[in-house]
T-cell receptor, first 116, second 114 residues
């Protein structure tokens, strides 16, 4: 069964800590994405990567960075965690579609991060 | 830009009731349309999709038809079960030079009571 695996389901960190969220996919997908999900706000795109070592800012990149050194792994980094970064973080991956065709995303199970 | 509109809910139904969750969209191009489902404590799962006008996506008793003339992709199920309780997200996607740009709706919470 194809999978996107996020390293932690629950995480508690202190304000000011540097936090790493890891995501690994086994489907040889080119594209990978990080979202955060908050009540009443839906899913908001933080960063995405369309190829190894490539990254693009999403809608809310402030306070975050990413790393994609290998095709299967996409890491989200909170440089200095703050309480307003308490959220559910979702990783997703997808194939590149031919022109005009989209395959949809495969999501991980999510990491619920609490910053205290 | 692109956008997806759906009601946030919650929608509360009795078991075996008929379900409709409305979804309308605006898009600059010709998108693919999706419904995702999120069960409590989980990530999103792809439920169904449609890639061109008049296509019908279906899965697990759920259906949705791509209506280009009304820019809609409403989700329906004839008889819901308690196990269908979840949050449902409508989404559109456009392929752009090497990646997909996906826009999600806010999600509709469905509660099915026995």
């Amino acid at each position: 069964d194809v999978k996107v695996t996020q390293s932690s389901r629950y995480l508690v960190k202190r304000t000011g800590e540097k936090v790493f969220l890891e995501c690994v996919q086994d489907m040889d997908h080119e594209n990978m994405f990080w979202y955060r999900q908050d009540p009443g706000l839906g899913l908001r795109l933080i960063y995405f990567s369309y190829d190894v070592k490539m990254k693009e800012k999403g809608d809310i990149p402030e306070g975050y960075s990413v790393s994609r050194e290998k095709k299967e792994r996409f890491s989200l980094i909170l440089e200095s965690a703050s309480t307003n970064q308490t959220s559910m973080y979702l990783c997703a991956s997808s194939r590149v579609g031919r022109e005009g065709f989209s395959y949809g995303y495969t999501f991980g199970s999510g990491t619920r991060l609490t910053v205290v | 830009g692109n956008s997806v509109t759906q009601m946030e809910g919650p929608v509360t139904l009795s078991e075996e009731a008929f379900l409709t969750i409305n979804c309308t969209y605006t898009a600059t191009g010709y998108p693919s349309l999706f419904w995702y489902v999120q069960y409590p404590g989980e990530g999103l799962q792809l439920l169904l999709k449609a890639t061109k006008a008049d296509d019908k996506g279906s899965n697990k008793g759920f259906e949705a038809t791509y209506r280009k003339e009304t820019t809609s992709f409403h989700l329906e199920k004839g008889s819901v079960q308690v196990s269908d309780s979840a949050v449902y997200f409508c989404a559109l996607s456009e392929a752009r030079g090497g990646y997909q740009k996906v826009t999600f709706g806010i999600g509709t919470k469905l509660q099915v009571i026995p």
